[in-house]
Every structure is written in C-alpha cells, then in structure tokens.
C-alpha cells in the first residue's frame, strides 16, 4: 500500500536544471519526429541492417524491428520514457508532438467536435461516425497516466476504429491532473458514458449498444466505469475495450522491473503519474477507485476485450485483470501481442508488427460490437 504524499515546491537551483533539461528534450523530440516520419518507408531488410543485425529479446519474445529502431533513435537523442524533465508542460507537448510526426488523417464519414456532459461541468469530446446506419457507440478514454493525452493525440487511433470496426467513437477530453486530481477525470469519464447512453441515437449510433473503451489510463478509466455502471445499475456497456489498462497503482509485478527502462513508457514514468494524480488527495494506491483489481467484487460486469503488451510494465498487472475477472464469471477475450511496446495502438501508422498488433484488436473489436458482445 503506498500513500502519495502532497507535492513539494522544488529549490530555485533544481527548478533552473529542469528547465534547461526540458529545452533540451523539447529540441531533441522534434529531431526524433523527423525521423519517425522515414520509419514506414525503411524496408525490413534495410531496418535489421540499420540496427546491426542486433536483436532484443526477453520473456521469450523478440522485439519489434521497427520499433527497436524508433526506441534506438530516442536513445541517441538522449530520451526515455515519457515524462520530459518531470515537467508536465514539457510531457504533455512531448506526446502531442510524437502524435503529430506520424498523424494519417485516416478519412471517416464524418468528424464533429462537440460538448458532453462532465462530472462538474461541461468537457469537451469528438464523435467520430462511420458509413454505417445504426452501428455500435463506443465511449473512448485517451491515455497518458490521467496527466496528459488529449483528444488529439488519440485522433488517428479513434479514426481507424471508427473506419475499421465500422462503429461510432465518442472520444472523451476528460479532466487531468495536476489540475483536477483523482478523482476528477473518472468522474468526467462515467458521466460521459450516461450522456451518450442518453444522446446515443442522436449521435445515428445503436442505443443498445454503447461500450466504452481506452487505453493505459483510459483503460483503467473504462473499468472503473463498468464498475460503477454495475453498482448504480444503469445500463451495462456492451463491451469494455481495456488496451494495456495501468489497472492497479499498487502493483509489484515482474514486468514493472523487467521493462522498467527502454521500452517507451517507464518505470519512473507510472511512479510519476501516480503521484501526479493521487498527491494531496488521500487516495491509496490500494484503493478501488483507482486501483481496479483491488476491488473486491468484479462479478455481473460487461464482456471484455482486454490487450497488453510483451515488452510493456504493465503487461503481468492486465494479464491478472484478465484472471480475475474469468473467475468472477466475466467473459474475457484476452489478447497479448508479445513482439510490441506500451503505447503501440498509437505506433499503428508506423507499420510493422504494431500495425499488425493493432489491426487484429480492432477486428476483434468489430466481431464482439457486431454480435453485441
């Protein structure tokens, strides 16, 4: 159990260092948006030679050329992990940044940014439809540790589900942290959830069948969501999408010390997010409301499709959600793409095997929201 205590304001001589550190990381992730850009158009041969013909495996997996080469390039410009100098100006401008460098515009029939209802307010959301009368609704939670992401950096992914998996996607810009702690941005997600529930066939989508769905962050988001649509028995989510949920704050697993450094996001990076979220409020890391597997009952919830990672922190954390909710009787489509990193769904435009990895889950995505879970 770990207690988060309230942030501490730093010396001016730290404060100094930071910001020449974060100028810095700043230069070197548009350097590395440059050559992310190349990526899809290197041959897999000219890749492998690239990288000396080296190869990275662990657990029994084999990484990813094309995303070996993508981490060897961050190396060389000195970055690791997500969380820019500590800064969350600079994190947050560094995955907008990375979103831009390889962003498709992936066409759909239509693109509306809107306003939904949020837990203290009105929040902005994007809806994405496709060429499909009365298709399936899913309420989507970006990712970014509940302290960056935005509707932004998830536009490509919601447009190739909504393309792909030929459903509508609500794409929800819910509140962060450090501004709006814990529990602020589940309260925006859950109340979001009821406003499409109630503005569904508006929207063209199937009432019926409305799911939500998210990855990392918003993973966790859409269980906490199921969860309290469950105990306030409202109508259920058709399906819950879990893409490399963080699912408990207070794991220890062997995947958050094997994958701690190297592979995108970090160890210090979750460490940063939590305390980022949770400092000041009181909440646990042991506690429900941000720890889903900790909670005690996870019977009578909505089917799941739940993704991880081989070379991800997170993957043994999913991997026991996946467990714990087949023994509740949840019925559970577990799928785990051992050869990619956390943040894949997002590397899809980058081709290689987190296009491929990405592909599938949204196939599966089509089958569960077409047969209705």
Not at 71 to 94: C, F, M, S
Not at 266 to 294: E, N, Y
Request: proline content about 5%; glycine content about 10%; overall charge negative.
């Amino acid at each position: 159990m770990t207690h988060i205590a309230a942030d501490r304001p730093a010396n001016a001589a730290a404060h100094q260092s930071r910001r020449k550190a974060t100028l810095a990381e700043k230069v070197a992730n548009r350097v590395a948006g440059v050559t992310l850009r190349g990526l899809p158009h290197i041959p897999e041969p000219l890749k492998r030679l690239m990288l000396g013909r080296r190869t990275i495996t662990l657990d029994g997996n084999t990484l990813d050329t094309t995303l070996q080469l993508m981490l060897a390039g961050q190396h060389a410009l000195g970055l690791d992990g997500l969380v820019g100098g500590d800064d969350v100006v600079t994190a947050r401008e560094q995955l907008e940044t990375l979103a831009v460098s390889f962003k498709q515009h992936i066409p759909v029939s239509s693109v509306t940014d809107l306003t939904v209802t949020g837990g203290s307010g009105p929040i902005k959301a994007r809806h994405y439809a496709p060429d499909a009368p009365d298709a399936a609704l899913l309420v989507f939670f970006h990712g970014g540790g509940h302290a960056m992401g935005s509707i932004d950096t998830h536009d490509d992914l919601c447009r190739e589900m909504c393309s792909q998996a030929r459903i509508h996607v609500l794409s929800v810009d819910y509140r962060l942290a450090p501004e709006h702690k814990a529990p602020a941005g589940f309260e925006d997600a859950y109340a979001s959830y009821l406003w499409a529930l109630e503005h569904a066939a508006e929207l063209g989508a199937d009432p019926a069948r409305v799911a939500v769905g998210g990855d990392s962050a918003g993973g966790n988001l859409t269980a906490l969501v199921s969860l309290r649509a469950r105990d306030e028995k409202v109508q259920l989510p058709a399906l819950q999408l879990l893409i490399y949920p963080g699912i408990d704050a207070d794991a220890q697993t062997r995947s958050l010390t094997l994958f701690a450094n190297g592979f995108f996001l970090t160890r210090h990076d979750i460490d940063w997010f939590k305390a980022t979220h949770l400092a000041g409020t009181g909440i646990l890391t042991t506690d429900p409301r941000v720890s889903p597997l900790q909670h005690g009952d996870l019977s009578g919830l909505p089917p799941a499709l739940l993704v991880t990672a081989g070379f991800d922190p997170l993957r043994d954390e999913g991997r026991q959600y996946a467990e714990a909710l087949r023994a509740a009787g949840t019925p559970v489509d577990y799928r785990e793409y051992g050869t990619v990193v956390h943040g894949f769904a997002n590397f899809f435009p980058l081709g290689g095997d987190s296009a491929t990895a990405t592909a599938d889950f949204i196939s599966a995505l089509r089958a569960h929201l077409t047969r209705g879970g």
